[in-house]
């Protein structure tokens, strides 16, 4: 059975950093895609970063391009997003998603980011 745990999140000021990690478990982790995505209180849930199998490839919203930063560690079935320079419209719940074919179709529970201005 797959098991995604994130963790790492927290209350932080505008212009901190913070690194969220997500362990998986139950599923061969150096083939399959990793994402990250948000959703802020009365907002749809956004994509936020994806990485390739490899860590080769990686994809980021526009709003948060040179900010935030997706990687992997195969060895240790996890995957991290480095979020700097935070800004309070970061401010959401943070799910990390697992890829095997076409869509994301396991999901974790999500670990909450709060920036205060």
């Known amino acids: 059975q797959v098991h995604l745990v994130e963790s790492g999140g927290g209350l932080v000021q505008a212009g901190d950093s913070l690194r969220l990690s997500c362990a998986a478990s139950?599923?061969?982790?150096?083939?399959?895609?990793m994402g990250w995505f948000r959703q802020a209180p009365g907002k749809e849930r956004e994509f936020v970063a994806a990485?390739?199998?490899?860590?080769?490839?990686?994809f980021g919203a526009d709003s948060v391009k040179g900010r935030f930063t997706i990687s992997r560690d195969n060895a240790k079935n996890t995957v991290y997003l480095q979020m700097n320079s935070l800004k309070p419209d970061d401010t959401a719940v943070y799910y990390c998603?697992?890829?095997?074919?076409?869509?994301?179709?396991?999901w974790g529970q999500g670990t909450q980011v709060t920036v205060s201005s």
């Open positions: 998603a697992l890829k095997r074919f076409v869509r994301y179709d396991y």
């Open positions: 139950g599923v061969t982790f150096s083939r399959v895609t």
């Open positions: 990485i390739g199998w490899t860590g080769a490839s990686t």
